[in-house]
Structure formats: structure tokens, C-alpha cells
């Protein structure tokens, strides 16, 4: 073979193998175009993705923003609510503040009806209270009537027409001891659950020796001054004061407040008035009289 057959051959190679490289760097190109496009399509959806985040990010801080607002009205409302509902409590407790309620009064079998139940009422005050002039307003059992076959008489509520008459039940409820009556003060359910919340604290400020009685739902405990001035002090612990429930009952005191704790007064200060805070008129005579001896 010559040297020009071998040039031709060598060029016809030339031109296959430079045709074959081009197709190939063509689809290669085609393909590096296809995948930009997907870059740029990615790239594009990335930033709107970011962008939607920023937006959600933004509207979560107006949310937070709108709750915070919404939950400070709320606890607004709920403080509303609960001084209203305490507002309300104290109205009802208002309109029983010349109502007591007898516990343990002995009811016919056959249907009592309100008159018997008043002349009842009156000959308890009269006979065991030695209240001879009372006026009632009316009295009659609460609850419902089949428990009257049983052992346990249904409650009596009774309202006095003068508050004065009511307090003299009060402070005469010790001559009940042993009959098994017992009086208290005729509170609405409100005032009575948070009574009730209180009675553990009372009773154990009572085996401690302390006085401790309530003034409205306020339970109050005090220390006892010494055995001889608490010997004329009425017994706070007396059962038939409230049997265990109302205990001593601060006499005109119509001030309602919420069971915000205890008032604990101690007898160690100085001077003529050794009982600080509220004080009833049983503790201050007893003042006096520890002055004059």
C-alpha cells in the first residue's frame, strides 16, 4: 500500500472518529443544559420555599403576638368572672344574713308543715336558748321529704326578722350542748365548699390548743392569751357552735372576703391591745378584764 492510500485512510479515520466525538460532546452538552434547567428550576423553587417560610415565620410571631393578647383578655375575663362570682356569693350570703340553720331538730313522721316547724323552732329558742321574744319571719325543712322516716331530721332554715335575734341565737348556741341540736350560719354552696376547704387547718389549730374559729369564710387562728383569761373566753371549739362548722361568729361583721389564708394573731405584743387584726368583743372584754386584775 502507498503512502498516499495510507494518508486518505488516516483522514477517512480522522473524519469518523472527530464525527463520534462531536455527537458525543453534543449529548453531553444537551445534557449539562438539562441539568442547569433543573438547577434553575430547583434554585427557583428553593427561594419561593424560603420566601414561604419567612412568611409563615412572620405570621407565627402575629399569632403569638394575637394569643398573647387573647390570653391576657382571658385572665382579664376570668379575674372578672371570679369577682363577679365572689360579688355574687357575698349578695346571696347577704340576703341569708338573718338565716340560721338548726341541725339535729327532731321531725314529725306524717308531712311537718312550716308552722309546725316555726312553733318548734320558737320553743327551742324560748326553752333551751332563754330567747322568750323572738320574732321569726319563717322556718321550714330543707331537703327532701322521704328523709324525714329516717334517723337523720332534714335541716331547718330559719329567718328571724331582726338581726339582733339572730346574733342571740348565736351567742347562745352553747346552752345546746348535749341535746344534739346544733346551729349555724346559713351560707350559700360557694361559701360553704370553701369552708369546708378549711376545716383540716381549723381542727388542727384547735388539738394545738389555738383559738380558731371563722369570720365568714375567713378562718381565723389566734393564740390564747393564758388559761385563766381563755377560761371566760366562750370555747371556740364549742360543737354547738356551728357543730365543728361555723365556730364563733364575729357579730356584725358583714365584710366578705375570699379564703386568702389564715389570720394568725399572736398574744406575745405589747401594750393596752394585746390583739391585733380583727377582734371580737368576747377577746377585747377579756383584755379588760386581765387589765383590772
Known sequence: MDLDAVKVLLESQERTFRSALELVVEQ??????LVEGKMTDL?????????????????EKVLQK?????QVAVEELQSRVAELNHRLNYQEDYTRRNNLRISGLKEQPVSETWEQTAVNVSKI????LQLPSVNLERAHRVGPAAAAASSHPRAVVVRFRNFSDREAAIRNASKLKGTGIYINEDLCPASLEIKKKQFPLMKKAREDGKIAFFRHTRLIIRERIDQRSSSSVPAADSP???????????????TVRPPDGTERVSSETTGDRRVSGDSTGCQQRVL???KKT
Not at 453531553?28 to 443544559?33: F, L, P, T
Not at 356551728?242 to 357579730?251: D, E, I, R
Open 28 to 33: 453531553w452538552k444537551e445534557r449539562i443544559r
Open 66 to 70: 394575637l394569643n398573647k393578647e387573647k
Open 125 to 128: 329558742l324560748e326553752d333551751k
Open 43 to 59: 434554585t427557583k423553587s428553593l427561594e419561593f420555599s424560603q420566601a414561604e417560610i419567612l412568611d409563615l415565620k412572620n405570621n
Open 288 to 290: 379588760r378584764d386581765r
Open 240 to 254: 354547738h357552735v356551728g357543730a365543728g362548722f361555723s365556730g364563733w361568729v364575729a357579730h356584725g361583721d358583714s
